[in-house]
């Protein structure tokens, strides 16, 4: 899942990444409403982690733009004023969801997840495919029972392949969900963790490669 | 003594609406007015002096021969003036029955533009501060009723956003830390790989968001105790603080690198000392904050025209001239900056300007061409004025 935090508090900001990453999810900081709208524009993120009280572009407007844009990136807001006038307010500005702050991070972290699981087509909470399932919230993937050691990125894979069903999913596009924009775009970092979570996966083979760098899951 | 009492209840009781007060005068006026024309109808009747003559004091008796001569009629004259008298009384009492009607109607008329304006200013203090009841027309005594009123409602409504405004940026200001703080805390122990030197690390981060926090409630405690003003006047030197507080901040000066030229006059005057060291305490500590490495500061007091002040000037970032005025205010900050747990808690100079305003002192400040800014408070001129 690929994610922007849009938070001005560098701190926060750093802190909310490093444990967003932790849970395998792919993740771009910004710290002005300026710089958040450009990355809005180049990349299609799943959900956008806003801070309301942003310098630059306020967290209103963005939310504006990305409503009028009909945008399918889920916005979670974030904000310091919690009175109920002002989650009301957020959330008519188009905000899909609104966490006062302080919030707990494992809340954050789940509204980013079931925020994501709404990103249509709507996923089940267990994602399964074969005798592969995997529970994003969890973090745990299981295959025929037993249960699979998967690093971040691995887990990160299997979830979107997972996600899309039988559809075939590109390198380049496994590339931008599950890798945030420090990854460089001619790494072959997709070609070797494939590899890495084949073999965790095991027999019979479960991802099958489709011509012109393609992947897919079901039997061969 | 219970007869008075009672009068006293029976004049304080009918205590009615002012359409009725005026009503009732309006009757109450005509009914006079006939009552005295009547009174010149009756005195200045024909025979009224010739029975006068024998009926009006019986101290002074007429001559025999005056009430002889009419005697004879008298008793027919009076059964003719009692049916004259009737006729007149009922007159008088239908015409004040019109009288209490129209000017019942008449009071209405000229009260209802107040009426207007009660109901208008019901609906504005219920909610709608900013609506005004723009009140048309002559300039008459309710259109200054409307226009005061409309003052009043400007006033609230400035104070009350000045107030929602404050309480916003103060949570905002608050919860911030308070976020960081717990994010940071709770990342970190959520991390199955963490070390000593990560743990360590998020703790070193936590504690600078908490004493940031520190500074931030101390400093809203100050601006609250400001605020209620000066409870004690006493004399003091500024220039004796200024070196306190310079002797204080000067390591904070030295890590930056920076230069603090102090010249130091005598300058007396009177007010709270613990406010007045607050106030040159936040000035130097901006003057500090808001500077550039290898920057200077330069704090003056002396005595000028006869009223003591202290300047404290600052080079730093450049502030555009038509902001100078809302970096007095809470939580303004120059646009570039960000909420940091090193940042000031956006409070100092708010709580300069409330401290020079309880002390009636002149604050001015301008920025400087080159960046900075300049910063000087003059004292009153005269002895401690009375509390």
Same mark, same amino acid.
């Given at each position: 899942?690929?994610?922007?935090v849009a938070e001005d508090v560098e701190d926060l900001a750093t802190a909310i990444a490093a444990g967003l990453r932790r849970?395998?999810?792919?993740v771009d900081v910004v710290l002005?409403?300026?710089?958040?709208?450009?990355?809005?524009?180049?990349?299609?993120?799943?959900?956008?982690v806003?801070d309301?009280?942003?310098?630059?572009?306020?967290?209103?407007?963005?939310?504006?733009? =990305?409503?009028?844009?009909?945008?399918?990136?889920?916005?979670?807001?974030?904000?310091?004023?919690?009175?109920?006038?002002?989650?009301?307010?957020?959330?008519?500005?188009?905000?899909?969801?609104?966490?006062?702050?302080?919030?707990?991070f494992? !809340?954050?972290?789940?509204?980013?997840?079931?925020?994501?699981?709404?990103?249509?087509?709507?996923?089940?909470?267990?994602?399964?495919?074969?005798?592969?399932?995997?529970?994003?919230?969890?973090?745990?993937?299981?295959?025929?029972?037993?249960?699979?050691?998967?690093?971040?990125?691995?887990?990160?894979?299997?979830?979107?392949?997972?996600?899309?069903?039988?559809?075939?999913?590109?390198? !380049?596009?496994?590339? !931008?969900?599950?890798?945030d924009?420090a990854?460089?775009?001619?790494?072959?970092?997709?070609?070797?963790?494939?590899?890495?979570?084949?073999?965790? =996966?095991?027999?019979?083979?479960?991802?099958?490669?489709?011509?012109?760098?393609?992947?897919?899951?079901?039997?061969? | 003594?219970?007869?008075?009492?009672?009068?006293?209840?029976?004049?304080? &009781?009918?205590?009615? +609406?002012?359409?009725?007060?005026? *009503?009732?005068?309006?009757?109450? &006026?005509?009914?006079?007015?006939?009552?005295?024309?009547?009174?010149?109808?009756?005195?200045?009747?024909?025979?009224?002096?010739?029975?006068?003559?024998?009926?009006?004091?019986?101290?002074?008796?007429?001559?025999?021969?005056?009430?002889?001569?009419?005697? &004879?009629?008298?008793?027919?004259?009076?059964?003719?003036?009692?049916?004259?008298?009737?006729?007149?009384?009922?007159?008088?009492?239908?015409?004040?029955?019109?009288?209490?009607?129209?000017?019942?109607?008449?009071?209405?008329?000229?009260?209802?533009?107040?009426?207007?304006?009660?109901?208008?200013?019901?609906?504005?203090?219920?909610?709608?501060?900013?609506?005004?009841? *723009?009140?048309?027309?002559?300039?008459?005594?309710?259109?200054?009723?409307?226009?005061? &009123?409309?003052?009043?409602?400007?006033?609230?409504?400035?104070?009350?956003?000045?107030?929602?405004?404050?309480?916003?940026?103060?949570?905002?200001?608050?919860?911030?830390?308070?976020t960081a703080e717990?994010t940071v805390?709770q990342v970190a122990?959520?991390d199955?790989?963490?070390?000593?030197?990560t743990?360590?690390s998020a703790?070193?981060k936590a504690?600078e968001w908490?004493?940031?926090?520190?500074?931030?409630?101390?400093?809203?405690?100050?601006?609250?105790?400001?605020?209620?003003?000066?409870?004690?006047?006493?004399?003091?030197?500024?220039?004796?603080?200024?070196?306190?507080?310079?002797?204080?901040?000067?390591?904070?000066?030295?890590?930056?690198?920076?230069?603090?030229?102090?010249?130091?006059?005598?300058?007396?005057?009177?007010?709270?000392?613990?406010?007045?060291?607050?106030?040159?305490?936040?000035?130097?500590?901006?003057?500090?904050?808001?500077?550039?490495?290898?920057?200077?500061? *330069?704090?003056?007091?002396?005595?000028?025209?006869?009223?003591?002040?202290? +300047?404290?000037?600052?080079?730093?970032?450049?502030?555009?001239?038509?902001?100078?005025?809302?970096?007095?205010?809470?939580?303004?900050?120059?646009?570039?900056?960000r909420?940091r747990a090193?940042?000031?808690?956006?409070?100092?100079?708010?709580?300069?300007?409330?401290?020079?305003?309880?002390?009636? *002192?002149?604050?001015?400040?301008?920025?400087?061409?080159?960046?900075?800014?300049?910063?000087?408070?003059?004292?009153?001129?005269?002895?401690?004025?009375?509390?």
């Open positions: 899942m690929r994610v922007l849970e395998g999810m792919a002005d409403g300026t710089s958040a709208l450009e990355h809005l524009a180049v990349t299609g993120y799943d959900v956008v806003l309301r009280d942003l310098p630059g572009t306020h967290g209103d407007e963005i939310c504006r733009r =990305l409503t009028a844009r009909g945008s399918s990136s889920r916005v979670l807001m974030l904000t310091a004023a919690s009175t109920v006038r002002d989650r009301v307010e957020g959330l008519g500005l188009g905000a899909d969801d609104y966490l006062p702050k302080p919030f707990d494992a !809340e954050l972290v789940a509204r980013i997840r079931a925020l994501g699981r709404r990103s249509a087509p709507s996923l089940p909470p267990v994602l399964e495919g074969g005798d592969v399932s995997l529970d994003p919230s969890r973090r745990v993937a299981f295959r025929a029972g037993r249960r699979l050691e998967l690093s971040p990125k691995e887990f990160g894979l299997l979830e979107y392949l997972l996600a899309a069903g039988d559809r075939v999913v590109s390198a !380049e596009e496994l590339l !931008e969900r599950v890798w924009e990854a460089d775009p001619f790494t072959t970092a997709v070609k070797q963790t494939m590899r890495r979570l084949r073999v965790k =996966l095991g027999d019979p083979p479960v991802i099958r490669t489709v011509r012109e760098g393609g992947y897919q899951i079901g039997p061969l | 003594m219970r007869h008075s009492r009672v009068a006293a209840t029976a004049l304080r &009781l009918p205590r009615r +609406t002012l359409r009725a007060q005026l *009503a009732l005068l309006y009757a109450a &006026l005509f009914g006079l007015a006939v009552a005295v024309v009547a009174a010149f109808g009756v005195i200045f009747k024909p025979d009224f002096l010739v029975r006068a003559g024998c009926t009006a004091d019986p101290r002074t008796p007429s001559p025999p021969g005056a009430c002889g001569q009419s005697g &004879l009629s008298f008793a027919g004259t009076i059964t003719h003036d009692v049916q004259q008298h009737l006729a007149g009384v009922a007159l008088i009492a239908v015409l004040a029955v019109l009288a209490l009607g129209l000017g019942w109607l008449i009071a209405g008329r000229v009260l209802r533009p107040l009426r207007t304006i009660t109901a208008s200013a019901r609906d504005i203090s219920a909610g709608n501060l900013d609506q005004r009841l *723009a009140i048309s027309g002559p300039d008459d005594e309710f259109r200054q009723l409307g226009d005061t &009123l409309d003052g009043l409602f400007g006033r609230l409504e400035a104070s009350f956003g000045a107030q929602r405004h404050f309480v916003a940026n103060a949570s905002h200001e608050l919860r911030t830390p308070l717990k805390l122990l959520a199955p790989d963490a070390t000593a030197a743990l360590r703790c070193e504690l908490n004493e940031r926090q520190g500074r931030l409630v101390d400093a809203l405690l100050t601006l609250a105790s400001s605020e209620r003003g000066i409870e004690r006047w006493e004399p003091f030197d500024l220039a004796g603080i200024a070196r306190n507080v310079i002797r204080e901040q000067q390591p904070d000066a030295g890590r930056r690198a920076l230069r603090i030229d102090a010249a130091l006059a005598a300058a007396p005057t009177a007010g709270d000392p613990a406010l007045a060291e607050s106030l040159i305490a936040n000035l130097v500590g901006n003057a500090i904050r808001h500077n550039q490495d290898g920057g200077h500061v *330069a704090i003056t007091t002396a005595v000028t025209d006869g009223r003591s002040a202290i +300047t404290v000037s600052n080079s730093g970032p450049l502030i555009p001239p038509d902001e100078v005025d809302r970096l007095f205010q809470p939580f303004q900050r120059l646009g570039s900056e909420l090193a940042s000031g808690h956006g409070l100092g100079l708010a709580i300069v300007s409330t401290i020079a305003d309880v002390h009636a *002192a002149a604050l001015t400040a301008s920025a400087r061409p080159e960046g900075g800014l300049d910063v000087t408070v003059r004292f009153p001129p005269q002895e401690p004025p009375p509390s």
